[in-house]
């Protein structure tokens, strides 16, 4: 069962009753105007009766020692003598993170650590400062926004990613749990035959955006700094993955299977179906014969060009 003692923040109390109700995990409701111990001591009594076995207290926020607020989770660990008192950090407010975990340490004793948002930039560098100012172990890291952007703490693999060597572990271990796999062997068959359509890349998209898009699937790649900065130049995004993804909807059969085809009038009526300029439609039919000559050297066993993006894609994505 969740609780939300956040009473301060608005619409924190609401934000976690919709979280545990799209997620199909008991909560307590909420009663107006009602104080941390109060709901609490109510808390505990509800456990009791309706058999929670398991049961999180979410507390407000802090990014700061606060005293009455640390009087009140003093009290709350007392009441409820919990098996784990977690701390949760924001990866990328750096020594802010460490400085607030020093404080949390001494104040309430915690006994573990969950870094968020490690999918960021910032990599998770805070985790060393953590782990060296608290002695206490980093459980769990949030990689995301959804509810199963939640992985274990490996620390060689944060290793990696902070010296930008990437976590080429983990990115598997997503992949084979977020991709269909049956669409990954259909298309691994019909790029090794040199047979690549839009539907085909229609696949590749949707399969990279269950992987957190572009920059979710980047963060975990070697060179990824390298990878970042030629996708900056050639203004590559996520939002192009979705009018990518829009243009391809709009076209027909026919015009999927043989881009040839698609001529200015087609064009125009692309443009129109998926609510983007004609420019972005020419720009998808660049990057698709590239990728297209791309496989087909791959599948006759040639080279592909070097580098981490081919120059002659992002030259004609620019």
């Known amino acids: 069962m969740l609780v939300s003692l956040d009473v301060y923040r608005p619409a924190a109390q609401e934000q976690l009753k919709i979280l545990s109700e799209s997620n199909n995990i008991n909560h307590l409701p909420i009663v107006e105007n009602q104080m941390p111990?109060?709901?609490t001591k109510r808390a505990m009594n509800a456990a009791n009766l309706n058999g929670s076995d398991i049961v999180i207290f979410d507390t407000a926020g802090r990014t700061q020692l606060d005293l009455p607020m640390m009087s009140?989770?003093?009290q709350v660990k007392e009441m409820t003598k919990p098996a784990e008192t977690i701390l949760v950090v924001d990866s990328l407010t750096g020594q802010i993170a460490a400085n607030v975990a020093k404080e949390f340490n001494s104040a309430v004793d915690i006994t573990s650590i969950i870094l968020t948002r490690v999918d960021g930039d910032g990599r998770g560098g805070a985790a060393l400062s953590m782990k060296q100012i608290t002695g206490k172990p980093?459980?769990?890291i949030g990689v995301g926004e959804k509810i199963d952007d939640f992985e274990l703490f490996h620390p060689d693999?944060?290793?990696n990613r902070i010296l930008g060597m990437g976590d080429v572990v983990s990115l598997v271990e997503k992949a084979s749990q977020d991709l269909d796999q049956e669409k990954i062997?259909?298309?691994e068959e019909e790029l090794k035959k040199g047979f690549f359509t839009m539907d085909t890349y229609l696949s590749q998209l949707r399969q990279m955006k269950?992987?957190?898009?572009?920059e979710g699937v980047m963060s975990m790649l070697p060179g990824v700094n390298k990878v970042k900065a030629q996708m900056e130049n050639s203004s590559?995004?996520?939002h192009m993955l979705t009018e990518n993804e829009a243009i391809i909807l709009s076209m027909t059969k026919e015009e999927k299977e043989n881009p040839k085809i698609i001529s200015g009038s087609r064009r125009k009526r692309i443009s129109s179906g998926a609510g983007v300029e004609v420019s972005k439609i020419n720009k998808l039919l660049k990057q698709f014969r590239m990728m297209s000559d791309m496989m087909k050297r791959m599948s006759q066993g040639k080279k592909i060009p070097s580098g981490t993006i081919p120059n002659e894609i992002l030259n004609q994505l620019k």
């Open 37 to 39: 111990i109060d709901i």
């Open 72 to 74: 009140e989770i003093k």
């Open 138 to 140: 980093i459980k769990y």
């Open 157 to 159: 693999r944060i290793a």
């Open 185 to 187: 062997k259909k298309t």
């Open 210 to 214: 269950k992987m957190g898009g572009m």
């Open 236 to 238: 590559i995004d996520e």
